[in-house]
């Protein structure tokens, strides 16, 4: 076997176990969520994600200093991923993980596209206005807009839109990471100032009260939201970005909104609607087709 076909092999093997990571992640969420609020949990998640992240920096031996220059893009980020945790969980709370997970994961990129041609005032091209407008379709169908309007008030769906909208700003702030170091300094930083804006709004008594009906469960689905998906799966998606590509690998979150509604039905029987389905589709091919270059 030739280093080539190694390397690739370990890229491809990667990638299907840390996007699978990231669908599983809303299961993990939701049982996260019955042993604390929001807030308190965010912390923690938090909490853990920073700790696993000093491990990670110290064996890859990464520069932990970030330039002046990024400390506002810093702050915004932070605040941002806050929000964007908390209404994870709140959505968690209300809802289901499988729904959830194919409504975010569905429509985070087509919602981002549409506001980077925005902030960049520019007209969209036919390839972005067919995926734009399929995209659009696709939430209609995922949020019932048609047949049932008031069910986007319901069940977390709220929250989810509203967390989506989030991610797209907040990756506004993220993408300008490596202008000021690291990406994975830059997110060291994030996930400290977050974890320390999320315990001064949540409370050390909050904190003990949710830590003292842990078990098992809590600690295993606590690590394995915050180490292995966001420290671990989110850095090997890096990683494997900076040496294959952002398209190449970029094509693989098209697993994210099936491993998410797999990992609900395994483990928490949760049944997927057929407009959760049919939405999730047309999103996908939404966010092919924003992706595939025009035709020359």
Known sequence: MTKGNSEDKIFIIGMILSMTCW?????S??????YGDPLTISFLRFLVT????VVILYFMKERMSISRNGYVDLFVAA??????TFLFFKG??????????????VLNPIITYAMSLVWAGRKPTRNEFFGLTLGLIAGVVLLK????????????????LLASFTWAILSRFTA??????????????????STLLMFLLSGWSASSETLSKSDFTFWGNLFFSATITTSLATTFYFVATSKVGASKASSFIFMVPFSAALGSWIFLGEIIQMHTMIGGILGIAAVYILNKKEAS
């Not at 605040?79 to 964007?84: D, F, G, P």
């Open 79 to 84: 605040a941002l991923i806050s929000l964007y």
């Open 145 to 160: 807009l048609i047949t049932e309007a008031g069910e986007i008030f319901k069940a977390g769906n709220i929250f989810f």
């Open 176 to 193: 300008r990471a490596t202008r000021y170091g690291s990406s994975l300094s830059f997110s060291f930083w994030m996930y400290g100032i």
């Open 23 to 27: 669908g599983f992640s809303w299961t």
């Open 92 to 105: 968690l709370t209300l809802g289901k993980p499988g729904a959830g997970g194919v409504l975010v994961t």
């Open 29 to 34: 969420g939701k049982i996260l969520s019955n």
């Open 50 to 53: 920073f700790l696993s992240l």
